[in-house]
């Protein structure tokens, strides 16, 4: 206990001791882990609203216009019976045109012009959460339109499944810059801790003499970059909250979420956790590094 | 306790030790001597290992140094109490916390070492004095704090390196009993110097070393 104290108080020390090499490496840390802490929302993000939209995949059948109300729900009985289907909802022609109406008034004009009520009626099915697959859909998809009382078959897949490539090349492009970061971060770490080393090397080599062993010696290097790690990582997440409030103020401002889910998610107290830890893993890397490089410079 | 089989070493071909051999016995007081460049400090960083010897054989404590493994070292260098000719002290601790760096590498809990520091630090003079930086100090105070960082830990073995080289004659005669009086708890001393005066005063086994050579081994009864 004694010990560890010693030894913290020592890693300490060295960072006091060198302020603006610290300075400039917990910069450095911060905006680094900053990269990445921002890669890492936007991944979560869209992979929220990817989830939420593929929560509202409907399928909509419309039906043809000469499809009597019996059959209507003869059909509706038949589409129900799958376990695909969560739910179904009609919707006459009237309502398609009141819906119309109501969404678009400025286009009165364009109605007008094609006859009394354009709008087929249609059914409006609900896809089981279990069921929402492309190759899923699609099927139930074949299955709708093989119906003989079917029209059409319209669905949202295509571009929720063009925003899942997205979303997977998202992922690709965040790892890929995630470690060239990490990489820069450990690079940039384990060189604060060679200048500490290099300042201090005569107190090293007084310690050795003295008959302390390398972990003695070397357990403040080690706890130095952990410091500056963790340091960093904290405050680049701060800075991460801070422009993750702002854009969300924004973004309440315009009134927009682009339609998707329920707003925007800040990193997950887990995920928050994980990325601390990574800090510290990193600037504990970062020593390692340099001490080993001293090593060989040494033999 | 130190025995040495036909060591020799050489920096860059250059012959700093040639051939020597000798046996110091448990509790012997022994003074290391010769002219400057004779092999004096070689000898001694040999004896706890901050060197390694081209060729010969080492024992300390019965332990041949030629088959100490790396991690063993500290351990070795722990019985080993050693005098820098320089000093060595961190200029950036207090006298206090250079002393106590030899205790703290070997885990020792802080009650014990504040006491342990603070008894030695009493028993070389410099009681009144823990907190001040080293280089604020003079040679001779400079001198006492390596001393008693070298015999803080108790060791089996105190090696002193020109322990006197920057003092005058009185001083000299202070460090000199600091040094008998370790000697006095049973350590086995070994103090390299080119004084001459310091031989005078107290009639020990003397070792001379005249380039790289043992010249002359005169032990007591002689
Ligand atoms: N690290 C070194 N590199 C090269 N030569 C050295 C080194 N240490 C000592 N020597 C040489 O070895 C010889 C013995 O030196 P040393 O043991 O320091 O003598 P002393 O301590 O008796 O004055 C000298 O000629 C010295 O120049
Ligand atoms: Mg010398």
């Known amino acids: 206990m004694t010990r560890l104290r010693y030894l ?13 090499t610290t300075f400039v490496a917990l910069a450095t840390t911060t905006f680094t882990m900053l990269g990445m802490g921002v890669f890492l929302l936007l991944y979560l993000n869209v992979q929220e609203a990817l989830g939420s939209l593929r929560e509202e995949i409907k ?11 019996q059959a209507v729900s003869r059909v509706r009985a038949e589409i129900g019976q799958d376990p695909a289907v969560a739910g179904i909802e009609y919707v006459s022609r009237e309502q398609a045109l009141a ?4 969404q678009f008034p400025s286009e009165e004009r364009l109605l007008s012009g094609l006859g009394d009520n354009p709008f087929p009626a249609s059914l409006v099915v609900k896809v089981s959460p279990a069921y929402r697959s492309s190759e899923q859909v699609r099927e139930l998809v074949q299955k709708l339109s093989a119906l003989s009382e079917t029209e059409e078959v319209l669905y949202s897949q295509d571009w929720i499944e063009n925003l899942a490539v997205a979303l997977r090349y998202l992922k690709a492009l965040g790892l890929g810059v995630g470690m060239v970061l990490a990489a820069s971060m450990v690079t940039i770490l384990a060189n604060t801790i060679r200048l500490t080393l290099h300042a201090r090397r005569d107190e090293i080599e007084i310690m050795h003499l003295i008959g302390a062993t ?31 409030g702002l854009t969300e103020a924004q973004l309440a401002l315009r009134g927009t979420f682009w339609g998707i889910g329920r707003g925007l998610v800040f990193l997950p107290d887990r995920v928050t956790v994980a990325f601390l830890l990574l800090g510290i893993m990193l600037g504990c890397l970062g020593s390692v590094v340099s001490l080993l490089q001293q090593r060989r410079a040494r033999s | 306790m130190i025995e040495f089989y036909h060591v020799s070493k050489a920096y860059n071909g250059w012959p700093a030790l040639h051939d020597v051999s000798f046996k110091i ?3 012997e007081f022994v003074f290391l001597t010769g002219h400057s460049g004779a092999g004096k400090t070689t000898l001694l960083r040999l004896i ?11 024992l300390v404590n019965n332990r041949n140094l030629l088959h100490l493994r790396e991690s063993e070292v500290p351990y070795l260098r722990r019985t080993i109490g050693f005098v820098f000719q320089d000093f060595r002290l961190l200029p950036k601790k207090t006298v206090f916390e250079n002393v106590a760096l030899a205790l703290k590498v070997t885990g020792m809990p802080e009650g014990v070492l504040r006491v342990k520091v603070a008894e030695t630090l009493s028993a070389v003079g410099l009681g009144h004095k823990p907190d001040a930086m080293p280089l604020t100090l003079s040679a001779g105070e400079q001198q006492r704090v390596c001393l008693a960082r070298a015999i803080v830990s108790d060791p089996q073995i105190l090696l002193a390196d020109e322990p006197t080289g920057n003092l005058d004659a009185d001083l000299s005669g202070e460090i000199l ?5 370790a000697n006095a708890r049973g350590t086995t001393v070994v103090l ?7 031989l005078k005063r107290w009639r020990r086994r003397v070792m001379r070393l005249e380039q790289g050579r043992m010249a002359e081994d005169r032990s007591l009864e002689a």
Not at chain 2, 177 to 181: A, V
């Open chain 1, 214 to 244: 390398t972990a003695f010696i070397k357990t403040p290097f080690v706890l130095e970059g952990a410091l500056l790690g963790g340091a960093g990582a904290l405050c680049s997440l701060f800075l991460l909250r801070t422009l993750f």
């Open chain 1, 59 to 69: 399928v909509i059948v419309y039906l043809r216009d000469t499809v009597s109300p």
């Open chain 2, 48 to 58: 706890f290992r901050a060197d390694a010897p081209d060729e010969g054989q080492i």
């Open chain 2, 25 to 27: 016995d448990k509790g």
């Open chain 1, 8 to 20: 913290l108080r020592e890693a300490v020390d060295n960072i006091k001791s060198n302020r603006t």
């Open chain 2, 192 to 198: 390299a110097t080119h004084n001459r005066e310091l």
């Open chain 2, 177 to 181: 009993e600091l040094m008998k009086s």
């Open chain 1, 99 to 102: 819906t119309f109406r109501a």
